[in-house]
């Protein structure tokens, strides 16, 4: 887990809790507003987004931008006989991601 403070919310879901500290509201009180941007037509699956897109530009393949972004692979070859990456190499595909005037390794 990166976020080892976040709790499951009352159904068992991870994803409501990180919303909620990521964005809070409209109002500016989330991680988004404070640290990232004002503009309010952006929202977390505009990082996603953002992510998924950098990955595709520089030519990670489409298997492993899939795996990252939690969707599944309907392919009976790697979808249904290929086990997950293992954790190391899909941290090796995230190290790759750059952005001009943003330094990453900080964030973690």
Do not use: C, P
């Amino acid at each position: 887990r990166l976020w080892m403070n976040l709790k499951q919310d009352s159904r068992g879901r991870w994803y409501r809790n990180f919303a909620n500290w990521f964005l809070k509201s409209n109002l500016g009180e989330g991680f988004l507003r404070m640290y990232v941007t004002k503009d309010d037509k952006k929202d977390f699956h505009s990082l996603r987004h953002t992510v998924l897109n950098t990955l595709k530009q520089i030519e990670v393949n489409e298997t492993m931008i899939a795996e990252i972004a939690g969707h599944s692979n309907s392919s009976i070859t790697t979808g249904r006989y290929g086990k997950s990456y293992d954790v190391s190499k899909l941290k090796d595909v995230i190290d790759l991601i750059q952005y001009e005037g943003v330094e990453l390794f900080k964030l973690s």
